[in-house]
Structures are given as structure tokens and as C-alpha cells.
């Protein structure tokens, strides 16, 4: 790697991160004010654009989930520090709302830490008080009546009602200016701002304001349309929109007249929430999943139109809780604005980067012959003690040859469109479309510029995966993997490789190298590989015990390997222990494999051990059940004919 110069070798990330912004920004005809609002200042916008500023993660997020683009884009870092407050966050998010008094202490114990806060901290913590001071008067009054008005009990709440809209007023304003009500379509916000207006919305129905809940409600779920939102974007708002409106729709015994005003039927209703369960499955997402099945299991089955469908998802329904229960997992909680899973600790990064290349940080702190920082200050830097410059972190990242690496997106573009499309290849090829992944690739092709490390990387991956997959060449394909990986990591010579910070795209390579190796029957090589790169991954959780994208790929590749020795309970184990992981993010989408592995471990272990035939039974034909439904909740057709071919072994 060390013969690439340095302009060829990477985009820097905060011009590419910089240029993204303002080109979607002046697409959409944002202003810098409009895109900063409530959360940074115009300067600060403006001097992110030009790769001059540094920002947290949840910032950067945020401003471009704003335009309706997801961040699993980027790779970022974040400081330890950053890391820490989301894990605080997350730890918050799984006790809503079935525990409320560790909320309660978990809440306190964040703003006495974190007495310096940015707004959209300050709008998560007062959105989890919000939804609990929502759930204790639901309690103890009961549902709203029709059109907001209520039972007698009602009469007598009126101090709670104003309580909760003076907090849910807070909540928004937290980040949203002023006057907001009167023309939230012409706002740039992100899911979390509109989750809060919808915790608004359900407030002034509570106040029996029903007429301007039900008009905020319509213009949350046409937001995203409005302003061309991808998809994925679109996927973390609409779930919940569509649980709250069918809530609220049948507030009381029968459909709320209440909507004929606004010419919203209870067919319309339900066309609602199952688009929005739609895009969860298209795009392999479990936020908001269970309480959305169960608002549409509640519906008449004649709504949806299609007979089968009201038994499609009771069916996933039944499965998420099967999941959830299985591993202690609360389907019912609240989700953060942003995902940390594609986000690396900068001060773990220059650990492992300094260790892969044997040097001590006396040596490490050394830029030239200046001094960056001094062994102590690393020390703590390392240890997620001390913020890091993004200056000072370029300089000591620079001598391994990152070159700024580790803060870019998924490839050296600043274009959107690119990126997406390098998406749609990667899902094409996972279905095995060849002739749909050839077309998306050509067309790749004449997007980018192979002069970039990334981008010739991601080429000779796709080369290598289609001679592999599609023309079974697998020593062919092994020396093109081997080629695509060295295109941004160094030879290892006599390094240890399980110290290289391994980024997304080289994860994913490495891991069908150690497949192939296993093909090959070269064990000694696959058990290499894939330890390797998953103690890589581990190093990063530590902080925050969500395991990175593409761990689950990994694993998949090592638990073949293990079945291949014969370990069936270790595999077994691990599978489940990476279910469990899996659960804490929101795109789940090698679940219904893990599940699979499961099913294929215990039902091997029982035929080596058949005094715990019958324990194992149940466990086998558990995970092929779930295995089975969540092909279906995926539209993974190709694996649902595979699991129907292989269910008298499972099932009988």
C-alpha cells in the first residue's frame, strides 16, 4: 500500500463528506440556514462544506438524514467520549417503556454526566419523559374518546394535559424554530425531529386538539414524499407515523370520525401502515416492527384487500416475538435518531494501527521530527480518555498510511447516486441477478474514477464475486479477492493482520477469502482469516458492545468452519450470541441466516450427542421456523425454496 502517492491514495473525508453536503443541499434549494437550523450555526455549515470543521457524529448524521439520505454511507469516527454518551442513550432507548423508574434514574444520572449537551441530546432525553408521561396518564385515564373528548375521568386531568404539551412543545423546540406548526413542510428535518412532532401531535390529541393533531399527523407522513427522501430514510419515520395515526384512529370503540374531514378512511388507514411495513421489509429494518404488526393485526381483514395478507402478518408478528423472547430482546422501545454500527472509536483505531505496525507510542507520536502529542496524552487518547483533534488525528494516522482513511465515505465520491448504486450491486449479487448486477455495474463503471484505491477495489470485487458465484471459478476468484483487498491494505509480510483496522468493504472481502479458503478445504487458512478479522471487529465494541457492520457476515463464514471441525455447540453458540447483537441495530438482514445456522448446528450436535437429542429438537426446528418466516418478512425467495426442500429433515 505504502507505493501510492498520497493525492491518488483517498478523497479526504471531510472535503467528500463537505461536497456531499453542499451539492444535495443546492439540489434541494436548501439554504445554509435552512439546513442548520437548531443544530449548528450557518458559519459552522459553511465551513463543514469546505472540509474546514470538525463535527460530532451526531451532527453529521443528522444533517443528512435531513435531506433524506442515510448515513451508512460514511464510515466515521468518533471520539470515545461520543461513544460513551450514545451507549448511555441506547441503555435509555431499551428500558422505554417497560421500565420506567430506571428511566427515570438513567435520565438523571445522563444530564448530571453530560451537563454540556447539543439539542438533539437534550430533544432524545426529553422525547423518552415525553413518551413515559404519554404511557402513565394512558394508565391511569384510559384511551381518549372519540374526537379527543373522553370518559368522565378525563374531566379531571387537565393539569397532566397541559403538563404533557408544555413538555412536548419543549421537546421540538429543542431544535425547530418557532412558528414550526403553521409550515413544517418548507423545515429541513431529520426521522428523530419528525418523531418528536408526532409525540407533539399525540399530545394536543390527549388535549382534545384533535383537529390539529390529525393536520400535523398528515404532514409527517407526507414529509418524506414531499421532499424526496430515499427509502431508507423514509423507513425510520413512517413505521411509527402509522402505528400513531391507527392508535388514534380507533381511540375509541369504532374508526374516529374525526379523520372524515380530512377524507382519510380506515381503508386508507390501513394502506398506510402496511406501505409502511413494506418498506421495513424491503429494507431488512426491525425498528418499530412489533408494535406496527400488532397495530395491523388489530384492523377488519377485508382493509387490506388481499386475503392472505392478514395472516402474513399475524405470522410475522408471532415471529418477532418468538425472536424477542428467545433472547430477551424488548420489542417495544424507542430508537435513537442515529446508528453507531458503521462508526469506528478514533482512539482504538491509532491503538490497533500503532500495534499492527510494531511501534511503541513513544515512536508513535512523532510527526517527521515533531512531536504531535506527547505518550501520555496518546495513552489516554487510546484509552477513549481524551478527544483527538481531527488535525492531530490526520498526523499520527498519516505515518500508517491512512492518509485520513478511516473518516470517508464508502467510496472516493462525493456523489449519492454512486453510492446508492454500489448498494443496489451488492443486493443484486446477494440474489444472484446476474444479468441485473452486469447492467448496475457497467453503469457503475462510468460513474466513477478507477484512478481511486476504493473504487478499483470495489470493481475487482464485483469481478471476483460474479467468477465465483456465477462460474464457480473459485481459485480464480480467490486471487482476485486477494488483488481487490490489497488494493487499500498493505501486504502483511510478518505483521499480524488480526491488529489491522479492517473498513467495511474490506471485511466483507476478507470474509469470502476465508470462505473460499474453506472451499478450497484449506481449513488451516480459513480459521486464519476469519479470527483474524472478527478480533479486528471485536477491538471496536468494547465501548459500546455493538459489533460493527458486517460482523454477522463473519460470523456466518466462521460458523461454516466450525461446522466444517465438527464444533456444533461453539457454533451454535456463537450464531446466537450474534442474533443478539444483531437485535440492537435496525437493519437485520443476515438474521434469517444466523437463524439457519442455528437449526443446521443443533440438529448436527444431536446426531454426535442423542442424549440431548430432544433439547436440541426444540431448539432445531425453532430456528428453522424462524429461519422460514423471516425469508418471507425479506422477499428472500431463493432461501425460502431452499428452506421448503429441506423442511421433512427440520420439521418432521
Avoid at 454526566?113 to 423518552?128: C, G, H, M, N, T
Avoid at 409550515?183 to 418523531?195: D, Q
Avoid at 480518555?385 to 498519516?398: D, I
Avoid at 478507477?450 to 480464480?476: D, N, T
Wanted: charged share 30%.
Amino acid at each position: 500500500m505504502e507505493h501510492i502517492s498520497e493525492p491518488k491514495f483517498i478523497l479526504e473525508y471531510n472535503r467528500a463528506y463537505g461536497q456531499m453536503i453542499r451539492k444535495e443541499r443546492m439540489k434541494r434549494k436548501l439554504s445554509l440556514e435552512d439546513l442548520s437550523s437548531g443544530i449548528l450555526s450557518r458559519t459552522a455549515l459553511e465551513k463543514v462544506e469546505k472540509g474546514k470543521a470538525q463535527w460530532t457524529k451526531l451532527t453529521g448524521d443528522t444533517l443528512l438524514l435531513r435531506m433524506g439520505i442515510s448515513p451508512e454511507y460514511f464510515e466515521s469516527l468518533s471520539s470515545g467520549e461520543s461513544l460513551e454518551r450514545w451507549r448511555m442513550r441506547e441503555d435509555i432507548c431499551l428500558l422505554v417503556p417497560g421500565k420506567a423508574e430506571l428511566v427515570v434514574e438513567k435520565l438523571e444520572e445522563y444530564r448530571k454526566i453530560y451537563s454540556k449537551r447539543e439539542p438533539l441530546e437534550e430533544q432524545f432525553l426529553l422525547k423518552a419523559e415525553l413518551v413515559l408521561m404519554l404511557l402513565q396518564v394512558m394508565a391511569k385515564y384510559g384511551e381518549a374518546g372519540e374526537q379527543g373528548r373522553s370518559v368522565r375521568a378525563w374531566e379531571y386531568a387537565g393539569t397532566e394535559m397541559a403538563a404533557i404539551l408544555e413538555k412536548a412543545e419543549q421537546m421540538v423546540g429543542c431544535t425547530v424554530r418557532k412558528g414550526w406548526e403553521r409550515h413544517l413542510a418548507k423545515l429541513c428535518l431529520s426521522p428523530g425531529e419528525l418523531e418528536a412532532v408526532l409525540l407533539f401531535g399525540a399530545a394536543l390529541f390527549l388535549n382534545g386538539r384533535w383537529e390539529e393533531a390529525w393536520e400535523l399527523w398528515q404532514a409527517v407522513w407526507e414529509y418524506p414524499q414531499t421532499h424526496g427522501w430515499k427509502e431508507r430514510a423514509m423507513a425510520l419515520i413512517l413505521p411509527q407515523a402509522a402505528i400513531l395515526g391507527i392508535r388514534q384512529a380507533y381511540a375509541s370503540a369504532g374508526f374516529s370520525d374525526s379523520l372524515a374531514y380530512m377524507g382519510i378512511s380506515e381503508g386508507d388507514m390501513a394502506a398506510r401502515g402496511q406501505r409502511a411495513l413494506e418498506l421495513l421489509r424491503r429494507h431488512g429494518c426491525h425498528c418499530y416492527a412489533l408494535p406496527l404488526l400488532d397495530a395491523l393485526c388489530g384492523l377488519d381483514a377485508a382493509l387490506f384487500g388481499r386475503p392472505e395478507y392478514p395472516e402474513q402478518i399475524g405470522k410475522f408478528r408471532e415471529m418477532f416475538r418468538e425472536i424477542y423472547g428467545w433472547f430477551g430482546y424488548p420489542g417495544y422501545r424507542i430508537w435513537q435518531g442515529i446508528s453507531i454500527d458503521n462508526t469506528r472509536d478514533a482512539g482504538t483505531v491509532l491503538k490497533m494501527l500503532r500495534t499492527f505496525y510494531g511501534k511503541s507510542r513513544e515512536r508513535a507520536v512523532y510527526d517527521g521530527g515533531e512531536q504531535i502529542v506527547t505518550p501520555r496524552h496518546l495513552e489516554k487518547i487510546e484509552k477513549g480518555m481524551h478527544k483527538l483533534s481531527y488535525e492531530n488525528y490526520s498526523r499520527l494516522a498519516k505515518q500508517y498510511g491512512k492518509y485520513g482513511g478511516w473518516h470517508t465515505p464508502l467510496l472516493e465520491t462525493d456523489s449519492v447516486d454512486v453510492l446508492a448504486l454500489r448498494q443496489r450491486i451488492s443486493t443484486l449479487l446477494e440474489y444472484s441477478d446476474w444479468e441485473g448486477a452486469e447492467r448496475e455495474i457497467h453503469k457503475f463503471r462510468e460513474m466513477v474514477d478507477e484512478e481511486y484505491p476504493k473504487v478499483r477495489q470495489e470493481l475487482r470485487f464485483f469481478e471476483a464475486a460474479m467468477k465465483w458465484k456465477k462460474e464457480g471459478a473459485l481459485r480464480e476468484s480467490l486471487e482476485m479477492m486477494m488483488e481487490a483487498l490489497h488494493c487499500t491494505v498493505p501486504e502483511f509480510e510478518d505483521r499480524d493482520m488480526k491488529w489491522w483496522v479492517f473498513q467495511r468493504e474490506e471485511i466483507m472481502i476478507a470474509s469470502d477469502i476465508a470462505e473460499l479458503y474453506c472451499k478450497l478445504g484449506d481449513l488451516k487458512e480459513t480459521k486464519k482469516w476469519i479470527e483474524a478479522v472478527l478480533f479486528s471487529m471485536e477491538q471496536n465494541s468494547v465501548r459500546t458492545g455493538i459489533h460493527i457492520c458486517g460482523y454477522d457476515i463473519v460470523v456466518l463464514g466462521y460458523s461454516d468452519y466450525l461446522g466444517d471441525i465438527h464444533d456444533f455447540d461453539c457454533a451454535t453458540e456463537l450464531s446466537e450470541a450474534t442474533v443478539s447483537k444483531l437485535l440492537q441495530i435496525n437493519r437485520i438482514n443476515c438474521i434469517r441466516h444466523l437463524f439457519y445456522h442455528i437449526a443446521w448446528n443443533a440438529y448436527e450436535a444431536a446426531s454426535e450427542k442423542p442424549e440431548r437429542r430432544e433439547s436440541l429438537r426444540l431448539k432445531w426446528r425453532k430456528a428453522f421456523q424462524i429461519s422460514e418466516s423471516m425469508a418471507d418478512f425479506m422477499y428472500d425467495s431463493r432461501m425460502r425454496a431452499l428452506l421448503e426442500e429441506r423442511e421433512s429433515k427440520y420439521l418432521s
